[in-house]
């Protein structure tokens, strides 16, 4: 895998879909393992945080952690210039196409739809903290079925690991400076990190592709698991019944 990471980013903390200590349930894989994508189009993400450079760094940020999960991935710029090149401008208005028309022009298995809903860097005296928020929908093209969905997000925090307060203010200081100077390049790295925990975790995450070589063994553990689940849901009903009262 041929990932770049800044070098801070093992102060990155993850957050999850309900933030907190609550632990969210797990997806429904049953539609993923019935329809199978191979290949995935990621349509410019629809941008509600205030940063105005967020949808464009952010495409950057997508293909190479979904490739390495064994999908095919249509090339994000090439995608957005036909969008735009046909007469749909904006992030807004590639979603609001049809998978149909979609489906007839470019012909993926799946649409990758995301939301940015945070993409900010903040500065309060002793911290600086970059924060990414994004929300997940892969979406079957021929049946308009949900595949899989998910929101979470990752945050760095400049004060993370630091001892001593005039440090603490320095590195405050200079991750807030650069950041507002690089027009989303420090919020992308904090996405890519986002974006690599989100489709690798075993909990939520997206299931390998037929690309991947965990294909067949990620299958058997997802299979397993909601073989498992569902023999837990039925035994309650099962011991209600006592002998006799079938």
Partial sequence: MNYYFPRWVGLVVLLGVLGGCVSPKRPDYRSFLAHQPKS???????????????SDAFLSSVTTPLADCGYYVFPVAVVDRLFKDNGVPTPGDMHSVSLKKIDEIIGPDAVLYITIKEWTTTYILIDSSTKVTLAYKLVDVKTAQVLWQWEGGAVYSSSAGQSDPIAAVLAAGIHAVGAAASEGKYERDVAVTANFTTFNNLNHGLL???RSPQYVTDQERIKALIAKEDAKAKTPAQESVKPGEE
Avoid: E
């Fill in 40 to 54: 995935i189009l990621v349509l410019p993400p629809i941008n509600n945080s205030a940063n105005v450079h967020a």
């Fill in 208 to 210: 390998r592709g037929a």
